[in-house]
C-alpha cells in the first residue's frame, strides 16, 4: 500500500492543509529517499523521508500508511524519527530560545525611537 507524499505529510500533522503540504514538497523541502520528490510520488512502508519545516530538520521512516488524518497519537504511530534529528532540532530550538531572551526588551509598545534602537544591529560599548 502507498499513498502520495502530500497526503502523508497532511495525514501525519505535519501540515494543517494539504495545500501546504504541497507547497513544501515544490519547493524542495521535502525529499524522499534522499531525493527530492514531486507531490504526487508514492510513499510507502520502508521508505525515509526528510522535511525541512520552518528551518527545523526532520529526518523519519514511514512505518505506516494511515488510512484517514487522525488523532496526533494515530499519526505519530505512522513514522519513526531518527534520535539524532530529533537532538539536532532541540538544539536549534535551544539556540533560537537563547537568541530572543539576549534581545533587549520594553516596557510597553516601543514607540517610534525605541523600535528603531531595538532594529538596530547590537553594537557593546567600547
Known amino acids: ?3 502520495r507524499v502530500d497526503k502523508w505529510l497532511y495525514y501525519c ?17 521535502v525529499k524522499v529517499n534522499g531525493e ?5 510520488r508514492r510513499v ?3 521508505d525515509h523521508i526528510d522535511l525541512v519545516k520552518e528551518r527545523l530538520p526532520y529526518s523519519m521512516e514511514v512505518v505506516a500508511i494511515p488510512a484517514r488524518r487522525g488523532p496526533a497519537t494515530e499519526a505519530q504511530s505512522c513514522y519513526r524519527e531518527d534520535e539524532d534529528s530529533v ?5 536549534q530550538v535551544a539556540v533560537l530560545r537563547q537568541d530572543r531572551l539576549s534581545m533587549p526588551t520594553t516596557k510597553g509598545r ?7 534602537k531595538l532594529i538596530r544591529p547590537f553594537r557593546p560599548e567600547s
Request: some cysteine; hydrophobic content about 25%.
Open 1 to 3: 500500500m502507498s499513498l
Open 13 to 29: 500533522r505535519f501540515f494543517k492543509t494539504r495545500v501546504k503540504a504541497t507547497a513544501a514538497v515544490d519547493g524542495g523541502h
Open 36 to 40: 527530492r520528490s514531486a507531490p504526487g
Open 44 to 46: 510507502s512502508c520502508g
Open 87 to 91: 537532538r539536532e532540532r532541540e538544539d
Open 110 to 116: 516601543p514607540d517610534k525611537h525605541t523600535r528603531r
